[in-house]
């Protein structure tokens, strides 16, 4: 059974710092590509970044320079590390696998 388990989120200050962590199970974590998502309240949820097998990144035009994704194969975890954090990203973090997604984990940039 494919689960996908969000974690890390918070209440971040403007500027501030977020690692996120998505754990993978029930399936062959290192041979597939894994997406985060994000859904600001009332807005469509919108893609953010991919990482492939091989470790190649891609990232939406807002987060780039800004978040970067990883993972570790070993661990069977993705990771977002978001940084200089805007109020726009307020959102609930989302991780996506085929057609599987973890439940999110909440971001909240607030002073």
């Known amino acids: 059974q494919v689960q996908l388990v969000e974690s890390g989120g918070g209440l971040v200050q403007p500027g501030g710092s977020l690692r996120l962590s998505c754990a993978g199970s029930g399936f062959t974590f290192s041979m597939t590509g894994i997406t985060w998502y994000r859904q600001a309240p009332a807005r469509e949820r919108e893609w953010v970044a991919s990482?492939?097998?091989?470790?190649?990144?891609l990232y939406a035009d807002t987060v780039k320079g800004r978040f970067t994704i990883s993972r570790d194969n070993a661990e069977n975890t993705l990771f977002l590390q978001m940084n200089s954090l805007k109020p726009e990203d307020t959102a609930v973090y989302y991780c996506k696998f085929n057609d599987y997604w973890g439940k999110g984990t909440l971001v909240t940039v607030s002073s």
């Open positions: 990482i492939t097998s091989a470790g190649s990144a």
